[in-house]
Nanobody, 124 residues
Framework: QVQLVESGGGLVQAGGSLRLSCAAS????????MAWFRQAPGKEREFVAA????????YYADFVKGRFTISRDNAKNTVYLQMNSLKPEDTAVYYC?????????????????WGQGTQVTVSS
């Protein structure tokens, strides 16, 4: 059974940093794109960042460019999201996801497996 477990969320002041981790188990995803999405209260889930199976290509939403960095360690079946210069508007539940294949996309429909989410709260 495939399971994705996120960790690293919490409460941080504006301008601070957090590092999210997502560990996958049940199968190996070394040939799949992986991504982070987020969902704020009352809003739809939105794309944050994605990374290719090799880690050589990344793709970011405009609102996190220059502040967030996605990375992965295939040996550990884990994807990370380093978040710097956090803003109150970054407050949301953050979800990791595994793509159906190697295609790097922001389309939520292309991701088959999801974690349970981790809360990130940024105070002003």
């Amino acid at each position: 059974q495939v399971q994705l477990v996120e960790s690293g969320g919490g409460l941080v002041q504006a301008g601070g940093s957090l590092r999210l981790s997502c560990a996958a188990s049940g199968r190996t995803f070394s040939r799949n794109a992986m991504a982070w999405f987020r969902q704020a209260p009352g809003k739809e889930r939105e794309f944050v960042a994605a990374i290719s199976w090799s880690g050589s290509t990344t793709y970011y939403a405009d609102f996190v460019k220059g502040r967030f960095t996605i990375s992965r360690d295939n040996a550990k079946n884990t994807v990370y999201l380093q978040m710097n210069s956090l803003k109150p508007e970054d407050t949301a539940v953050y979800y990791c996801a595994v793509g159906r294949d190697f295609v790097l996309t922001r389309d939520i429909r292309a991701y088959d497996y999801w974690g349970q989410g981790t809360q990130v709260t940024v105070s002003s």
